[in-house]
């Protein structure tokens, strides 16, 4: 017989597994989408890390990203439901190397929960990546927070500033990825957990040309597109 935890953890795979399946699937064939697609997300991924380096209320997002080894930027995290919750948006993930950062790489984020919930919020996030083990979570095929690399909320920003995806930390050592949002609405009810990070390697190809992959573009520096000058000059404050 099922018990309930069992029974509440298969129903919230199940969620979030729909969920990953409708944001992939409207971009499951490169040939429908345009560059200018790509584009756009690049774009406003540049308008968030202004907007949110900029803000005198993040000192600890500035200080953050100083040291940071990679950044995803996700521009638009909507979160809603009642009872089912999912939670998704697209991102673009830089890492910093000799040369200051790279070129973005395209990336989907996504969760799902069932429980007593109700509501919708739309957020600005920023994961920083402080760690090596952080990076290669991300780079991974499929990332999920918590289980691949820890996260935690950004600490001393002010009301909205951190938006934890999880709570544990590397012990010793402080978390793999910090959290930093601006969000807008309301939500009310369980947390997502388990969120899971998958590469969006036909948009890679669509912004970059046919043999763009992550690898290439984000470690290898063997990619770059002019359209993306604005956002790296944005994560070096300029």
Same mark, same amino acid.
């Given at each position: 017989?099922?018990?309930?935890?069992?029974?509440?953890?298969? !129903?919230?795979? /199940?969620? @979030?597994?729909?969920?990953? *399946?409708?944001?992939?699937?409207?971009?499951?064939?490169?040939?429908?989408?345009?560059?200018?697609?790509? &584009? =756009? $997300?690049?774009?406003?991924?540049?308008?968030? /890390?202004?907007? $949110?380096?900029?803000?005198? &209320?993040?000192? #600890? @997002?500035?200080? !953050?990203?100083?040291?940071?080894?990679? %950044? $995803?930027?996700?521009?638009?995290?909507?979160?809603?439901?009642?009872?089912?919750?999912?939670?998704?948006?697209?991102?673009?993930?830089?890492?910093?190397?000799?040369?200051?950062?790279?070129?973005?790489?395209?990336?989907?984020?996504?969760?799902?929960?069932?429980?007593?919930? =109700?509501?919708?919020?739309?957020?600005? %996030?920023? $994961?920083?990546?402080?760690?090596?083990?952080?990076?290669?979570? %991300?780079?991974?095929? &499929?990332?999920?927070?918590? *289980?691949?690399?820890?996260?935690?909320?950004?600490?001393?920003?002010?009301?909205? /500033?951190?938006?934890? *995806?999880?709570?544990?930390? #590397?012990?010793?050592?402080?978390?793999?990825?910090?959290?930093?949002?601006? #969000?807008?609405?309301?939500?009310?009810?369980?947390?997502?957990?388990?969120? =899971? *990070?998958?590469?969006?390697?036909?948009?890679?190809?669509?912004? !970059?040309?046919?043999?763009?992959?992550?690898?290439?573009?984000?470690?290898?520096?063997?990619?770059?597109? &002019?359209?993306?000058?604005?956002?790296?000059?944005?994560?070096?404050?300029?």
């Amino acid at each position: 017989m099922m018990t309930a935890t069992k029974f509440m953890s298969h !129903y919230r795979g /199940a969620v @979030l597994a729909t969920l990953l *399946v409708t944001l992939l699937g409207f971009t499951a064939a490169p040939t429908a989408w345009a560059a200018s697609d790509q &584009q =756009a $997300l690049v774009d406003k991924a540049a308008l968030t /890390a202004e907007r $949110l380096l900029a803000d005198p &209320q993040r000192p #600890t @997002l500035r200080k !953050y990203m100083a040291r940071a080894k990679g %950044v $995803l930027v996700v521009p638009s995290l909507i979160k809603g439901g009642f009872i089912f919750g999912i939670e998704g948006g697209s991102g673009v993930l830089l890492a910093r190397g000799d040369k200051g950062w790279s070129h973005p790489s395209f990336f989907t984020i996504g969760a799902g929960s069932i429980g007593i919930q =109700a509501g919708i919020q739309d957020a600005q %996030v920023m $994961l920083v990546i402080m760690t090596d083990k952080g990076l290669r979570a %991300v780079i991974k095929r &499929q990332f999920k927070f918590g *289980v691949d690399a820890s996260a935690a909320i950004g600490p001393g920003d002010g009301i909205g /500033a951190g938006a934890g *995806v999880g709570s544990a930390t #590397t012990a010793g050592l402080g978390a793999d990825i910090y959290s930093f949002s601006d #969000t807008r609405g309301l939500f009310a009810g369980a947390s997502f957990e388990g969120a =899971a *990070v998958v590469k969006r390697e036909d948009w890679n190809r669509a912004y !970059y040309g046919d043999d763009a992959t992550t690898n290439r573009i984000v470690l290898e520096g063997k990619a770059a597109n &002019q359209g993306a000058d604005r956002l790296r000059r944005a994560l070096m404050g300029k």
